[in-house]
């Protein structure tokens, strides 16, 4: 079984409508992120958490909420859907021993 | 602020082309680099890391050097291969500064053609 499972793994939606993506870990780390990637931009980090009680913003967090409802999970939700938020969406837990990422295999989400 | 600039791509190689993908860094720290690859489809997996200057990295043929006076991790193999043909990212992190976050080059993308 995957480490990092991300659900769902592709979506499409309407501009407007509340959309949530879920990350679940078993590989029992703390720190978790969401990043969005766009070709040509690379990953962009929206939200990080590391722990239950620690959630911090990154470089594109506008239009974006996450929840860490448990170390094992962490979801990312659009409020309002737009379409620039058209992209790859992707979690990842952090290692602190060895600041090694893992991602999980991303959800493709479309607004039209 | 802490970021990264590798090479653009494509990149487009016949199967056993010498391989080198270009990254460069800055940073205020003493930051750790990677090379992460991501496969059609998946997401990103770890390639190879250096966590100090002088310090190499390596894994299935591919090899890069932390050069703290350049300020370069650049990404080699001698002999590429069809199953090469990914997206390549250079990241850093800064976590011996307490930062704790991850920067992400924008990625190379590899064709290698049989």
Not at chain 1, 7 to 33: A, F, V
Not at chain 1, 81 to 91: D, E, K, M, V
Not at chain 2, 32 to 50: C, D, R
Request: glycine letters at 8%; hydrophobic letters at 30%.
């Amino acid at each position: 079984d995957a480490d990092v499972t991300q659900t769902p793994r592709n979506r499409i939606t309407k501009t407007g409508k509340r959309i949530m993506l879920e990350c679940s870990q078993t590989k029992g780390h703390d720190r978790m992120y969401w990043y969005r990637q766009d070709p040509g931009l690379g990953l962009q980090l929206i939200y990080y958490s590391f722990d239950v009680k620690d959630i911090n913003k990154g470089e594109i967090s506008d239009g974006y909420s996450v929840s860490r409802q448990a170390q094992a999970k962490f979801s990312l939700s659009l409020e309002s859907a737009i379409p620039n938020q058209t992209a790859l969406y992707f979690c990842a837990t952090s290692d602190l021993n060895t600041d090694t990422q893992y991602f999980g295999p991303g959800t493709r989400l479309t607004v039209l | 602020g802490n970021s990264v600039t590798q090479m653009e791509g494509p990149v487009t190689l016949s199967e056993e082309a010498f391989l080198t993908i270009n990254c460069t860094y800055t940073a205020t720290g003493y930051p750790s680099l990677f090379w992460y690859v991501q496969y059609p489809g998946e997401g990103l997996q770890l390639l190879l890391k250096a966590t100090k200057a002088d310090d190499k990295g390596s894994n299935k043929g591919f090899e890069a050097t932390y050069r703290k006076e350049t300020t370069s991790f650049h990404l080699e193999k001698g002999s590429v291969q069809v199953s090469d043909s990914a997206v390549y990212f250079c990241a850093l992190s800064d976590l011996p500064s307490g930062t704790y976050k991850y920067i992400f080059g924008t990625g190379t993308r590899l064709k290698v053609l049989a």
